[in-house]
């Protein structure tokens, strides 16, 4: 198992963030990572995730959302064509701080057999990927 986590502060209520995060149909407008996420922010809908790696690789995957709790949490999980030999599962964590902030966590959870051939090639594929987005999201919640 291969976690790659990243967080942020963001001057914002959840509630905004959520529906920035949400609001799939504009991820095109703001994201620089998920260039296009298509479905449901719903429990047990199956999505279209479109990402875009800092190497410019454009690559496609189909998750199941596994937990949808409102301005709280948000996680899809998807599996390779062979179960259990690379699996993600993508973790978006919002908490109010005691300064009326919101911490962002941005997280994905990597397991199955093929985590031990590509290792570090994660960390260096998707960490800034997740940083660029996360510095998108505040941008796009901090402004009206």
Request: glycine share 6%.
């Amino acid at each position: 198992m291969k976690t790659i986590e990243t967080n942020i502060v963001i001057d914002s209520t959840p509630e905004k963030i959520w529906n920035v995060l949400t609001n799939f149909e504009e991820y095109e407008l703001w994201n620089p990572f998920m260039t296009k996420v298509v479905g449901n922010a719903s429990l047990g809908s199956k999505i279209e995730v479109n990402i875009k790696t800092i190497s410019g690789k454009n690559r496609s995957y189909y998750p199941i959302i596994t937990k949808c709790e409102t301005n709280k949490e948000l996680r899809w999980k998807g599996k390779s064509f062979l179960p259990g030999v690379f699996d993600g599962e993508r973790v978006f964590v919002l908490e109010k701080s005691v300064d009326d902030k919101v911490s962002f966590s941005h997280k994905e959870i990597f397991s199955g057999l093929g985590v031990k051939l590509v290792g570090n090639k994660l960390d260096e594929n998707l960490r800034e990927g997740f940083v660029r987005m996360n510095e998108a999201l505040k941008v796009r919640a901090e402004n009206p």
